[in-house]
């Protein structure tokens, strides 16, 4: 029987030439000054209330190099608070990085580098605050593929002074070749990835996050803002579970578990944040973040140490299928025993600082949450919704609508490789959360390419929270491929057919801003007009206030 496991990256697969751009238009890429040192900027990250990480690269050939750090309160270092030295190698790629401690809650920093002759740009950075506190400004991102466009959502987020700190729900890079994800355009942009193969060795991954961080755009996002980063399933390959990957080919790509190695090496060599301790699993990265007595972030890693296997989608059977065979497939093959999501400790980690958040009565608690965590079945779509695709999309494309629509018929889940594929550790994630007396979460995520205001309930109806997702820094929404007007039809179907699903956007690129007050909870939706050049404009879509109620979190839309 014909098997077409239908992934969203593989329906997607052909999306980058419905979207080239004219014959013969080439923009260069942003590089970083040949001849410096510090081709990839600085950045910091992983804050507590006394430290931060801070990170830089060499760019040498040398086996073992030197660099200096200093840090002080103001951006002219008349004050220098603290300062040391760093050696690094071809071991860890030349990557530098300094866990600065003893500074003061709540306090902003300013740091750079210097080698030789040459000094870094300076980076500013925060710690996390303690006690009072009336404000948090959060810049969410999420999805951030080089070939597709510029990453004027990074500047964006950069220039934005209400955002303290970035919270990036992974896809941060993505391994596909010149021939994948993008690639199209990458090559008419003058973006295509470095290396030009898919990302599989330590040195495919360290050269991958070196072009995402020798970036004009990345480079100015990064030294404006620390940055709380989880990975999702590109900074190894799609969709990972714990013992492989579909996008991966053991035959010819070699152990799942080396590439995966390669993979979280690389990121913890690039990334603003600290190293396990010797011993510890490196997979088993997980925060909890706290703001002061305003808020809790809790950050939850679902691809490496907890994951079940997906399920695809047998086409051939979908056809055949009743109402009745799509409700026990949901039952008893999606939701059958042992289909975890979280590992233990990490859901043991949750749980507790989710109770530490409730007894310390800070007024919110938000979840870092890769992957969409709400009840999303596919879009309901009638006849007059196939009958405006045909002879606007091509065939290709209608099939998917087809398939789709198919789904939807059945009342299936879009995708099965979000929480809805995993509905049993869904629901003990949620009972978890009860134990813990919340009903209150601010589930905040990423990975689908889309803007979303979700509403999130338990299978008893008790509402657990809202889900606030976030588009893609550049990464395409998932219903493109049926033109604008499609996708927007698309958008309000899923509405329609979704209880949980109060409002979409997956046309747009940008970034969720989320600013915290005790009594409120704002979040808007902020697009960038253009991804295809460096010439945008930001403009808000919606701006959506929250606030507690008895119930749990009550929301009206202020724009």
Same mark, same amino acid.
């Given at each position: 029987?014909?098997?077409?496991?239908?992934?969203?990256?593989?329906?997607?697969?052909?999306?980058?030439?419905?979207?080239?751009?004219?014959?013969?238009?080439?923009?260069?890429?942003?590089?970083?000054?040949?001849?410096?040192? @510090?081709?990839?900027?600085?950045?910091?990250?992983?804050?507590?209330?006394?430290?931060?990480?801070?990170?830089?690269?060499?760019?040498?050939?040398?086996?073992?190099?030197?660099?200096?750090?200093?840090?002080?309160?103001?951006?002219?270092?008349?004050?220098?608070?603290?300062?040391?030295?760093?050696?690094?190698?071809?071991?860890?790629?030349?990557?530098?990085?300094?866990?600065?401690?003893?500074?003061?809650?709540?306090?902003?920093?300013?740091?750079?580098?210097?080698?030789? *002759?040459?000094?870094?740009?300076?980076?500013?950075?925060?710690?996390?605050?303690?006690?009072?506190?009336?404000?948090?400004?959060?810049?969410?991102?999420?999805?951030?593929?080089?070939?597709?466009?510029?990453?004027?959502?990074?500047?964006?987020?950069?220039?934005?002074?209400?955002?303290?700190?970035?919270?990036?729900?992974?896809? %941060?890079?993505? /391994?596909?070749?010149?021939?994948?994800?993008?690639?199209?355009?990458?090559?008419?942009?003058?973006?295509?990835?470095?290396?030009?193969?898919?990302?599989?060795?330590?040195?495919?991954?360290?050269?991958? !996050?070196?072009?995402?961080?020798?970036?004009?755009?990345?480079?100015?996002?990064?030294?404006?803002?620390?940055?709380?980063?989880?990975?999702?399933? !590109?900074?190894?390959?799609?969709?990972?579970?714990?013992?492989?990957?579909?996008?991966?080919?053991?035959?010819?790509?070699?152990?799942?578990?080396?590439?995966?190695?390669?993979?979280?090496? *690389?990121?913890?060599?690039?990334?603003?944040?600290?190293?396990?301790?010797? &011993?510890?699993?490196?997979?088993?990265?997980?925060?909890? #973040?706290?703001?002061?007595?305003?808020?809790?972030?809790?950050?939850?890693?679902?691809?490496?140490?907890?994951?079940?296997?997906?399920?695809?989608?047998?086409?051939?059977?979908?056809?055949?299928?009743?109402?009745?065979?799509?409700?026990? @497939?949901?039952?008893?093959? $999606?939701?059958?025993? &042992?289909?975890?999501?979280?590992?233990?400790?990490?859901?043991? #980690?949750?749980?507790?600082?989710?109770?530490?958040?409730?007894?310390?009565?800070?007024?919110?608690?938000?979840?870092?949450?890769?992957?969409?965590?709400?009840?999303?079945? *596919?879009?309901?779509?009638?006849?007059?919704?196939?009958?405006?695709?045909?002879?606007?999309?091509?065939?290709?494309?209608?099939?998917?609508?087809?398939? @789709?629509?198919?789904?939807?018929?059945? &009342?299936?889940?879009?995708?099965?490789?979000?929480?809805?594929?995993?509905?049993?550790?869904?629901?003990?994630? %949620?009972?978890?959360?009860?134990? *813990?007396? $919340?009903?209150?979460? $601010?589930?905040?995520?990423?990975?689908?390419?889309? @803007?979303?205001?979700?509403?999130?309930?338990?299978?008893?109806?008790?509402?657990?929270?809202?889900?606030?997702?976030?588009?893609?820094?550049?990464?395409?929404?998932?219903?493109?491929?049926?033109?604008?007007?499609?996708?927007?039809?698309?958008?309000?179907?899923?509405?329609? =057919?979704?209880? /949980?699903?109060?409002?979409?956007?997956?046309?747009?690129?940008?970034?969720?801003? $989320?600013?915290?007050?005790?009594?409120?909870?704002?979040?808007?939706?902020?697009?960038?007009?253009?991804?295809? =050049?460096?010439?945008?404009?930001?403009?808000?879509?919606?701006?959506?206030?929250?606030? !507690?109620?008895?119930?749990?979190?009550?929301?009206?839309?202020?724009?």
């Amino acid at each position: 029987m014909k098997r077409l496991p239908l992934t969203r990256r593989q329906i997607l697969s052909g999306l980058s030439a419905s979207l080239l751009l004219p014959v013969g238009l080439r923009v260069p890429g942003a590089t970083a000054n040949p001849d410096s040192v @510090f081709q990839h900027g600085v950045a910091s990250g992983d804050p507590d209330h006394s430290s931060v990480v801070l990170w830089t690269r060499l760019t040498t050939t040398a086996g073992v190099a030197e660099c200096e750090w200093e840090i002080a309160e103001n951006p002219t270092f008349d004050h220098t608070l603290q300062r040391g030295r760093s050696a690094t190698g071809q071991q860890r790629d030349h990557t530098v990085k300094v866990v600065v401690d003893g500074l003061k809650p709540g306090a902003t920093y300013y740091y750079r580098f210097r080698a030789g *002759a040459q000094t870094s740009p300076v980076g500013r950075t925060r710690t996390l605050p303690n006690g009072a506190l009336d404000y948090l400004g959060l810049a969410v991102a999420s999805c951030s593929n080089f070939p597709f466009g510029y990453f004027n959502a990074y500047e964006a987020i950069a220039r934005d002074e209400s955002v303290e700190f970035v919270l990036h729900l992974g896809d %941060y890079l993505y /391994e596909y070749g010149p021939d994948g994800y993008g690639g199209g355009i990458g090559a008419q942009l003058g973006r295509q990835h470095n290396p030009p193969r898919e990302m599989v060795s330590l040195t495919d991954c360290r050269l991958r !996050h070196a072009q995402y961080k020798a970036d004009a755009q990345s480079r100015e996002m990064h030294a404006a803002h620390p940055l709380i980063p989880l990975w999702d399933d !590109h900074e190894s390959t799609n969709n990972p579970w714990q013992e492989g990957a579909e996008n991966h080919q053991p035959a010819t790509e070699g152990s799942w578990r080396t590439r995966r190695s390669a993979s979280l090496q *690389a990121w913890y060599e690039w990334m603003p944040v600290r190293e396990p301790d010797i &011993g510890e699993d490196p997979a088993a990265y997980w925060r909890h #973040f706290r703001f002061g007595d305003l808020a809790s972030l809790v950050t939850l890693e679902t691809r490496h140490t907890g994951r079940a296997q997906q399920i695809d989608y047998d086409i051939p059977a979908l056809l055949e299928m009743t109402p009745d065979a799509a409700e026990t @497939f949901l039952r008893d093959v $999606v939701g059958a025993p &042992g289909r975890e999501m979280l590992s233990a400790d990490m859901q043991a #980690f949750a749980a507790a600082a989710l109770a530490e958040s409730v007894s310390a009565a800070r007024p919110w608690r938000m979840l870092g949450n890769q992957i969409p965590m709400a009840r999303m079945s *596919a879009p309901r779509l009638d006849a007059a919704d196939m009958n405006y695709l045909k002879g606007r999309v091509s065939s290709e494309n209608l099939q998917r609508a087809q398939y @789709f629509q198919r789904l939807g018929e059945l &009342g299936l889940p879009l995708y099965l490789d979000p929480w809805d594929g995993y509905p049993r550790a869904r629901e003990a994630f %949620y009972q978890s959360c009860q134990n *813990a007396d $919340v009903n209150d979460l $601010v589930v905040l995520t990423g990975d689908s390419h889309s @803007f979303w205001q979700n509403a999130l309930y338990d299978n008893g109806g008790r509402a657990m929270g809202v889900e606030l997702g976030t588009t893609g820094i550049t990464s395409p929404g998932d219903f493109l491929e049926f033109g604008t007007e499609g996708a927007r039809r698309m958008d309000e179907r899923l509405v329609s =057919s979704n209880p /949980e699903v109060l409002w979409t956007d997956g046309i747009s690129n940008g970034y969720l801003r $989320v600013r915290v007050t005790p009594a409120r909870l704002q979040a808007d939706f902020v697009k960038v007009s253009n991804i295809l =050049s460096r010439d945008y404009h930001t403009g808000m879509l919606r701006s959506v206030v929250m606030s !507690h109620s008895d119930s749990g979190l009550s929301y009206e839309v202020a724009g």
